[in-house]
Structures are given as C-alpha cells and as structure tokens.
C-alpha cells in the first residue's frame, strides 16, 4: 500500500494505486475498460465504450469556459507486463504489489506499469475534480497501445469534437512534443554475422536510409 500523505497530487496517486490492482497487460482490457465506465458513472460524466473496450469520458467544460474549444486528454489503459524470473504472479488475474523507495514508485517483481498508468490517473484526477478550471474535456483511454496501437485504430473519430489533443505518453521528464504526423511499422532487413558470446546482451544498431536515421 502506498504511503499517500507522502505523494503529491494525493488524487493521481490514489487513482495510480486503484489502477495497479486491476490486471491491465495488452489483450486483457475487458475489466480496467469497464472499471472507467463506473468512474464515470460514479461522477455522472457521460462515457462510452466500444468493441475494442476504449474508453471515451466526457466532461463538461467550467464556469466561464464552457463554450471553449473541447480539448481531448488520451493515455492508454494497457501495459506491458514483465516480471523477475522467480517473482510468482500472474498477469490475468493479480495485481500489481506498488511500495515506495526513495523518490520513486516501484512494483515488487514486476514492471509498474506507470506507462502509462500515470496518464490513466492524471485524467482521472481531473475529471473527478470540482476545483480546476477547464475547457469541456474529452478524455479517451485507449486499448492495446503497447502491441500496435490496435485499440487507437478502431476509435470512431465520429465521437470526439475536439481539434487538440494532449497525449500523455511521452518518454522523458520536461520534454514536451509539439504535434505528431502519425506513426509507422517497417521490416528492415539488416546483415549479421552470428558468433557465440557470453554474459550481458546489448543490442544497439543505428541505420541511415533515404535521409532518416533510425536508432534502436
Ligand atoms: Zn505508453
């Protein structure tokens, strides 16, 4: 259990905890999905849900914005799940064991799922919220981001109005990324040689082509 009084903003990590115990690895969506449809139940904010279990909120916009441009805060509800080789769980049905260390949050054994946990309790904390001034908010809780986005490819694009976008997974602290064209899956095919080593693997290749550096 985490120690809450020492966790700020208190909301997102009690939503983060909330979430942890949900058994959320990509594939298995079903109960996290629902859990966001009683959330918004629980705070009467209309919500649907589609065949693919993403998760669309919305709230309406505050006292002197409610007729703002609708903004639409996205994170995704799945993770990839990894565990140490002699940790016992298993992924479909237990959750997560979160304690914190220091400055950090971990997961014992396991991967804490913070990607992108985070930004499922960010949104959350300010749906919930009475207090925060904000334009009408249309928060979708995408499905099996982490093996191809394949819950982003069958959002019906017919149930948002808004025109931005914040998207809550990025990679690095205080780095913020101004629009995205859209992503891409190749098969590159790369000559190697194989020979027998022992001890740690690291696997680093940098390829150039048509102008685009691709590092891995
Ligand atoms: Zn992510």
């Avoid at 903004?71 to 565990?83: A, P, R, S």
């Avoid at 959002?155 to 990679?171: C, G, H, R, V």
Wanted: glycine share 6%.
């Amino acid at each position: 259990m985490l120690n809450f009084n020492e966790l700020k903003p208190e909301k997102v990590f009690e939503y983060f905890d909330v979430i942890s115990k949900i058994p959320r690895g990509s594939g298995n969506m079903e109960k996290i999905s629902d859990f966001c449809m009683d959330f918004a139940k629980e705070h009467s904010l209309k919500a649907i849900k589609d065949d693919a279990c993403n998760v669309i909120i919305y709230k309406d916009g505050t006292e002197g914005y409610e007729n703002s441009p609708a903004v639409i805060l996205q994170g995704h509800l799945d993770m990839v799940c990894q565990k140490e080789e002699d940790y016992e769980i298993d992924f479909e049905k237990d959750s997560l064991d979160l304690y914190v260390d220091g400055d950090f949050i971990k997961a014992k054994g396991t991967t804490l799922g913070a990607d992108n946990g985070i930004a499922v309790a960010m949104i959350m904390s300010i749906l919930a919220d009475k207090t925060i001034s904000h334009p009408p908010i249309e928060a979708v809780f995408t499905t099996d981001e982490e093996v191809g986005m394949l819950g982003a490819l069958e959002l019906d694009m017919k149930n948002l109005k808004a025109k931005k976008m914040i998207n809550i997974d990025s990679e690095d602290p205080e780095v913020v990324t101004v629009s995205c064209a859209g992503g891409s899956d190749f098969t590159a095919k790369i000559p190697l040689e194989r020979t027998k080593k022992q001890g740690e693997m690291y696997f680093c290749y940098s390829q150039r082509l048509k102008g685009w550096t691709f590092r891995r």
